[in-house]
């Protein structure tokens, strides 16, 4: 037991950036970016790629500089570099005064300060910047072997619009989501707070697939200590590659063994700015539309936006059926086993008469019939998960009347726990983030056998456990449970299971009062 | 990479523990739903060797029905035994499942168990093991519990069932005491104060009332009616159903009622009406050295029929016979109040709970006369007050009258 | 360093002070006072305010430091260490017997075929769990348990309305005064066994000049509030079960929460409200054990993981000692009325005096 123990804080308490990640396979790479700059290095570094455009020309100034834009098909916006960087240089240029003066030493400087318009120009002069540069769609011009070159950006490719989030959706409210597009979603969040404290913050990640993150906060809202806690664990992580926010997400969360999620997402730009408002961080990566914001507490997985674009009144209702319903989600199963195998007299007379006749030459126990059914439920659920649609519908039919009716005919199960396992399976739907319906379908198992040894007893053990669990868990320094405990009474009475008209959320939330953030999570 | 290594198999032994006792859990205290048999009364009457009871236990059976859901029949047991745990033993060699006391509605001790005494001790078993709960009724039986519990009630229901809902509609009418475990403890307890308790009797065809039953000469109804009084577990005596009344009135019991001036002989205009709500004060008053307990009684009544009106009333007559009405309600309830002091006078126990009352009002004085209370009984002096309220007198304000001098002699 | 608010300290302390004292006690005082017993209630458990006051002021004179280790400086090492013993001793005794308290609870009224041994295992696992995760997390525990323990209570209470017997309220002190102070004797103890925790819990506690007159506000909140609930409790009981039965009854609560019917229809709650009842013997238990571990640590510098589990098998080990249910509660009055009540109450009146005087010496 002792070892176990030691084992499980060993494994819990390592330092976030010392855990071990696949190493990056070619170091030859690497090498190759740390030579000087020139156009020939960069052909070679990216030779035998055939979406890699090389296009040699030549350039008519003082004397005849030979140029080589090195650009990837399909990243680059070819009407923009065709008019504006092309045709200038080679055809429409051609005696201008300025040009007139270009040699190798001093074109560059000539060029971006007289020749090219447009915005995104600027000379590098490293070896690594260029080959990413390039990958990332710019165009990359180099002249002759001048160690300088011109970085253009003209990007262009085919993305996904703004659409309408399919996992986030909304009755009333903003229907646009953010795309896989950092930029997109950077200016989609830029137009929603058009404020000088809007900080966006650069950062690169992953070693093959250099995916571009921003980290972005409203200055004097957020804490600082949150903020550089956040970078510094972002600065930690070592990966060859970020696909998706997923992979940072279990990199800088607290407490990676906990079936909680420590840090929330959204899908929409209004979300994200509502959560930086309220001093939360964001970190919007290149490739996904998933934002996460920093740092997450509990009731705010069971708390929507939506809330905040309806009637007061009716937001408090609505959040009561949510916590009533996650309520539901984790007990409804294993209550019914205690009350069923233990606590008879808590069923009033008349009930317990109808749930012994439903049970009658049922085969199973009630905890067996209970996680059978949960099970069922759980593959039912999975199943539907990712089929396509017109085959989705097969599935509800079969879960229905065939696991459902027919088990209860041929006396498998009884009735009452057909209805348990639906009202179990409809409650959980309505907790807004799916993350913690995950969660809550994992801490529904335990439960119920807690509840199949020992009852009520067991399913109190359970709970406290689980709360005890939660009260120890912290989301960047910030206590999960908070406002709930420790007790932030403003908090707690203004918007957590209730929400104050606007007119009565004056201050902004107080949940931000951070204690010390530790670094090594676990507090 | 040694250490890796132990580790590993500790956690799979772990896991394996863990599995084990979740499958390993056996009985615990564990019993499927169906596996009960929810207890639903319990009789008790006197056994054939000394010492020991009649114990009858009413069990419900669920059955399974497709069509309606659920069917509930009885399964009743009568077995001889000087404990009830040693009845539950006896029975756990005929039935197959685990008697249930959750679910226990009524106690019931019929006339002879209760003559004879010692029932308390039954009672302690439903007082002590932790199924059971202390809201549950005890009632006597006219006759013999077992008879009771073995009705074929016309209403299907089962008789333990029967009774309970029979109990709990009492509210509105106010005729007897309930009486649940937990109040006759507390009874008990008060040592000044005799307890009461409910009478069930089965009503044959025939008598009050005529149905058709479902077999000759078996009574298919049940009723509560009146009250017996007991000193300590011992019978003393049944009260007659006006004492009943009137115990109902002096204890504050009366929720609803209904009542009428039927009996009243000196008035040829009776009334009859449902009492809407009632209220008893209690008052010790000292009258020249001698200490009195008052009862005032507060009641509000709706008249629903008025008989023998010989005309139609102008407006101001109208208000008199409300007036005479409410003098007359008042008498029957003085009457019934009496009946039932005068009997508290005649058994010498004090089941009103009168020793309570002056102990709450004056607990001086009753520190004086607490020990000799007994003897008091018989001739402390209590006088009653009642103020009745018509209410309203229904929805007209004329009876429906013959001509003058038709239809009379 | 962990930390705990003033909030926290009240709420903590209300738990700690609560645990399951409306268990017990209205048979306790109701035994002694018989009707007036609710009255004896408040004052019984007033006895802890000057006393929580005295270690407060102790603690504004040595901040960051437990009464332990302020005996130290006050007495000297060995007496301390006598001390220490002592308390260590006691509170893990006590500990251990209230753990055994949640097997009795709980299979005297509503598990009784389940193993005894269950009970402990599932109160000693999240004792030791929140042992574990410190007092900050403790803290928090109780800010959630003790608003749903309070709730739980009101709720019996309330829901047991409709079975009150009529007149069994009056007379008031038809015996006079004198079986309140006797009642009040009884409760005293109660509140002795909060100021044992907060003897340890000093060392966490925040010094400043506006945080100490909080803490002090903090005590008041507490003791009033326990006070006022357990008067509750008691006059509810008296007035259903009237005094003969509540002084029989060992767990009254317990019986009132299984007479609760909701409109005829559910009965039987006790199981819901015995997850919160639990919830506050974990709480007090808990207390224990960390009163334990400081006493550990200051005098024999004892500690670790090694230690939490020693500490948690003696618990275990005591609790299976008294498995049976009325020997138990004999103990659990012995150990309150013998040892906790006259040790914690020489110990700190001691240390105050001493302190008072030093002080005072100290000027002239």
Known sequence: MRSWLKMIKELTIRPKGERKVRKSPSYSIDEDLKKPLSGQTVKEILSKSSDIVFREFFLQGKERIPCLLIVVDGLVDKNLLDEFVLKPLMVELVGHPELAKATLSNVIDITIQSLLPGVEIKKISEMKDAVSSILSGDSVIFFGDSSEAIVIGARGWAHRGVNEPIAESIVKGPHEGFAETLRINTSLLRRKIKHPSLRIISLKLGDMSNTDLVVTYIEKIASPDIVSEVLKRLAKIKMDSVIDVGYIEEMIEDNPYSPFPQIAYTERPDVLAGKLLEGKVGIIVDGTPIVLVVPAILTQFLNVNEDYYQRAMTAILSRFVRYVGAFVAVVAPSVYIAVTTFHQEIIPTDLLMSISAGRQGVPFPALLEAITMTVVLEILQEAGLRLPKPIGQTIGIVGALIIGDAAVNAGLVSPLMVIIIGLTAVASYAIPYYDLSLAVRLIRFPLMILAGILGFFGVAVGLYAIMIHLLGLRSFGVPYTSPIAPLRIRALLQDTFVRAPWWALKSRPQLMDVEEPRPNGKG | ?409 | MERISSHQFMVLGAAVLMGTTFLPIASMVTGVASRDGWMSVLPGFAVGIPYSLMVISLLEQYPQKNLLQISEILLGKWICKIIGIVYILITGYFGGLLLGQVGDIYQSSIMPLTPIGMFYLGGILLVFCLIRSGIEVFARFSEIIFPLIVIALVLNMGLSMPRIEQGEFLPILSEGIKPIIWGGLKVAPFAMEYILFIAGILTFLPTGKRELAQLKRGVWQAVFWVGFLNTLVVLIQILIFGPGETVSLVYGLLVLGKMVEISRTFAGVESLFLGAWFGALVIKVSAFFFTVNWGLETVFNLKGLKWNLGVGVVFMGIAFKFKRGPVLVMEIGFVDNYLILPFASVWILTLWGISRWKKVAGIS
């Open chain 2, 1 to 409: 990479m040694k250490t890796d290594r132990s580790k590993e198999q500790k956690f799979i032994l772990i896991l394996t523990v863990f599995a084990c006792l979740l499958f390993l859990t056996g009985c615990w205290g564990k019993k499927e739903v169906e596996d009960l048999a929810p207890l639903l009364g319990i009789g008790f009457d006197v056994g054939e060797k000394p010492g020991t009871f009649l114990i009858t236990q009413q069990f419900a059976r669920p059955k399974k029905d497709s069509s309606t859901g659920s069917e509930i029949e009885d399964r009743t047991f009568s077995i001889e035994a000087s404990s009830s745990r040693e009845a539950f033993e006896k029975l756990s060699k005929v039935t197959y499942r685990t008697p249930f006391m959750g679910s226990l509605k009524v106690i019931i001790f019929s006339e002879d168990v209760a003559k004879a005494g010692g029932f308390n001790n039954m009672l302690d078993f439903a007082q002590r093991y932790a199924e059971f709960r202390r809201s549950m009724y005890l009632v006597l039986a006219k006759g013999k519990a077992q008879d009771i519990l073995n009705l074929k009630l016309r209403s299907g229901l089962i008789p333990a069932m029967a009774i309970k809902s029979n109990i709990e509609g009492g509210d509105e009418i106010s005729i007897f005491p309930t009486v649940r475990l937990g109040h006759y403890l507390t009874i008990l307890g008060t040592k000044s104060t005799a307890p009461i308790l409910p009478v069930v009797e089965s009503v044959k065809s025939g008598e009050d009332m005529e149905y058709k039953a479902d077999a000759k000469n078996e009574a298919g109804e049940i009723r509560i009616q009146s009250a017996g009084v007991m000193r300590g577990d011992n019978l003393a005596d049944f009260l007659t159903d006006e004492e009943t009344k009137g115990y109902m009135w002096l204890e504050n019991d009366v929720i609803h009622r209904l009542i009428n001036t039927v009996d009243l002989e000196e008035n040829s205009v009776k009334f009859g009406g449902q009492v809407l709500e009632s209220r008893t004060k209690y008052k010790v008053k000292t009258n020249n050295e001698k200490k009195e307990l008052q009862y005032q009684i507060k009641t509000s009544i709706a008249i629903d029929e008025i008989l023998g009106l010989k005309k139609q009333l102008s407006g101001p007559e109208w208000v008199e016979l409300v007036k005479e009405a409410e003098k007359d309600f008042a008498k029957v309830i003085e009457k019934e109040c009496e009946s039932s002091i005068k009997k508290q006078r005649e058994l010498g126990l004090d089941f009103l709970g009168i020793g309570r009352h002056i102990e709450q009002k004056n607990s001086a004085y009753w520190k004086t006369i607490k020990d000799q209370w007994e003897e008091e009984i018989a001739d402390f002096s209590v006088s009653i007050e009642v103020k009745v309220t018509i209410h309203h007198s229904g929805m007209s304000s004329s009876s429906a009258t013959n001509l003058v001098g038709e239809g009379q002699d």
